[in-house]
Protein backbone atom coordinates (compact mmCIF):
# COMPACT_ATOMS: atom_id res chain seq x y z
CA UNK A 1 0.00 0.00 0.00
CA UNK A 2 2.65 2.16 0.84
CA UNK A 3 4.09 1.75 -2.62
CA UNK A 4 0.56 2.73 -4.50
CA UNK A 5 0.82 5.96 -2.22
CA UNK A 6 4.16 6.70 -3.35
CA UNK A 7 3.18 6.19 -6.86
CA UNK A 8 0.32 8.10 -7.08
CA UNK A 9 1.29 10.67 -5.23
CA UNK A 10 4.46 10.77 -7.69
CA UNK A 11 2.07 11.27 -10.30
CA UNK A 12 -0.01 14.15 -9.06
CA UNK A 13 2.70 15.96 -8.16
CA UNK A 14 3.86 15.58 -11.80
CA UNK A 15 0.71 16.47 -13.11
CA UNK A 16 0.81 19.82 -10.81
CA UNK A 17 4.38 20.75 -12.16
CA UNK A 18 3.18 19.90 -15.51
CA UNK A 19 -0.05 22.07 -15.10
CA UNK A 20 1.88 25.14 -13.71
CA UNK A 21 4.19 25.48 -16.41
CA UNK A 22 1.74 25.26 -18.70
CA UNK A 23 0.10 28.44 -17.38
CA UNK A 24 3.81 29.95 -17.48
CA UNK A 25 3.70 29.39 -21.24
CA UNK A 26 0.70 30.90 -21.79
CA UNK A 27 1.29 33.87 -19.57
CA UNK A 28 4.79 34.56 -21.45
CA UNK A 29 2.77 33.79 -24.92
CA UNK A 30 0.00 36.81 -23.49
CA UNK A 31 2.33 39.08 -22.70
CA UNK A 32 4.81 38.86 -25.84
CA UNK A 33 1.66 38.87 -27.68
CA UNK A 34 0.37 42.14 -25.91
CA UNK A 35 3.46 44.02 -26.31
CA UNK A 36 3.12 43.79 -30.59
CA UNK A 37 2.52 46.71 -32.40
CA UNK A 38 -1.95 47.27 -33.67
CA UNK A 39 -2.68 46.61 -36.99
CA UNK A 40 -5.24 47.98 -38.52
CA UNK A 41 -5.70 45.99 -41.94
CA UNK A 42 -7.07 49.17 -43.96
CA UNK A 43 -3.73 49.53 -45.98
CA UNK A 44 -4.96 45.89 -47.44
CA UNK A 45 -8.54 47.99 -48.48
CA UNK A 46 -6.45 50.05 -51.32
CA UNK A 47 -7.58 48.74 -55.16
CA UNK A 48 -10.66 46.49 -53.19
CA UNK A 49 -14.17 46.69 -55.31
CA UNK A 50 -17.05 47.15 -53.75
CA UNK A 51 -20.59 49.10 -53.99
CA UNK A 52 -22.07 52.09 -53.39
CA UNK A 53 -25.28 51.73 -51.03
CA UNK A 54 -25.91 55.58 -50.78
CA UNK A 55 -25.15 58.05 -53.09
CA UNK A 56 -21.48 59.78 -52.90
CA UNK A 57 -22.02 63.29 -53.13
CA UNK A 58 -19.05 63.53 -52.22
CA UNK A 59 -19.90 61.63 -48.74
CA UNK A 60 -21.88 58.67 -48.07
CA UNK A 61 -21.49 54.83 -47.71
CA UNK A 62 -20.13 51.52 -49.61
CA UNK A 63 -19.84 47.92 -48.48
CA UNK A 64 -16.41 46.18 -48.90
CA UNK A 65 -16.49 42.27 -48.66
CA UNK A 66 -19.45 43.02 -46.29
CA UNK A 67 -18.74 45.60 -44.27
CA UNK A 68 -19.74 49.18 -44.71
CA UNK A 69 -17.42 52.04 -44.55
CA UNK A 70 -17.77 55.38 -44.29
CA UNK A 71 -16.54 56.79 -48.00
CA UNK A 72 -15.52 59.89 -50.36
CA UNK A 73 -16.07 60.61 -54.02
CA UNK A 74 -12.07 60.97 -55.48
CA UNK A 75 -14.00 63.23 -58.19
CA UNK A 76 -17.89 63.20 -59.44
CA UNK A 77 -20.52 61.75 -57.44
CA UNK A 78 -20.83 58.07 -57.85
CA UNK A 79 -24.97 56.96 -57.53
CA UNK A 80 -26.04 54.20 -55.31
CA UNK A 81 -25.45 50.34 -56.18
CA UNK A 82 -22.41 51.86 -58.68
CA UNK A 83 -19.36 49.55 -58.40
CA UNK A 84 -16.31 51.46 -56.71
CA UNK A 85 -12.20 51.21 -56.09
CA UNK A 86 -10.84 52.18 -52.82
CA UNK A 87 -8.04 54.70 -53.93
CA UNK A 88 -6.76 55.75 -50.19
CA UNK A 89 -7.68 55.90 -46.27
CA UNK A 90 -8.27 58.67 -44.05
CA UNK A 91 -8.74 57.85 -40.88
CA UNK A 92 -11.62 55.54 -41.03
CA UNK A 93 -12.94 57.05 -44.06
CA UNK A 94 -12.52 55.50 -47.52
CA UNK A 95 -11.47 57.36 -50.89
CA UNK A 96 -13.45 55.85 -53.57
CA UNK A 97 -13.57 56.51 -57.48
CA UNK A 98 -16.66 54.88 -59.26
CA UNK A 99 -15.45 51.96 -61.78
CA UNK A 100 -17.15 52.19 -65.44
CA UNK A 101 -18.47 48.33 -66.82
CA UNK A 102 -15.01 47.58 -69.00
CA UNK A 103 -12.96 48.33 -65.74
CA UNK A 104 -14.93 45.48 -63.34
CA UNK A 105 -12.71 42.43 -64.56
Known sequence: MLILSLVTNDYFNALWVLGILLIAVVVIIAIRLSKRPVVKGLDSLEGMKGEAITG???????????????????????????????????GLTLEVEKIDKEQED
Open 56 to 90: LDPHGQVRIMGEIWKAQTAGSSIEKGSIIRVLAEK
